[in-house]
Nanobody, 113 residues
Framework: QVQFVESGGGLVQPGGSLRLSCAASGSIFKANVMGWYRQAPGKQRQLVAS??????NYADSVKGRFTISRDNAKNTIYLQMNSLKPEDTAVYYC????????WGQGTQVTVSS
């Protein structure tokens, strides 16, 4: 069974930083482009960053502020989030791109003063 375990969220002031981590099942991690998604209250889940073995892509709303990376030896992806804004508040999930039907519990990020 595919599993994702996200961590690293929390409450941060505007302009602050957080680093999210996601440990994924080996089979799906090695075979796929991986991504970070987020879902804000009342909104659809959206892809904010993705990474293949060599290429990264970002949604316009986070470009220049977020950095996605992966550690293939640990089956883990990361999301470094800088210059956080209140509109970044959401539950953040990792998954393959396109996503597997199984999702982790996510990690809450709240940006507020």
């Amino acid at each position: 069974q595919v599993q994702f375990v996200e961590s690293g969220g929390g409450l941060v002031q505007p302009g602050g930083s957080l680093r999210l981590s996601c440990a994924a099942s080996g089979s799906i991690f090695k075979a796929n482009v991986m991504g970070w998604y987020r879902q804000a209250p009342g909104k659809q889940r959206q892809l904010v960053a993705s990474i293949s073995m060599t290429i990264t892509n970002y949604a316009d709303s986070v470009k220049g502020r977020f950095t996605i990376s992966r550690d293939n030896a640990k089956n883990t992806i990361y999301l470094q989030m800088n210059s956080l804004k209140p509109e970044d508040t959401a539950v953040y999930y990792c998954n393959a791109v396109p996503p597997n039907t199984s999702w982790g519990q996510g990690t809450q990020v709240t940006v507020s003063s």
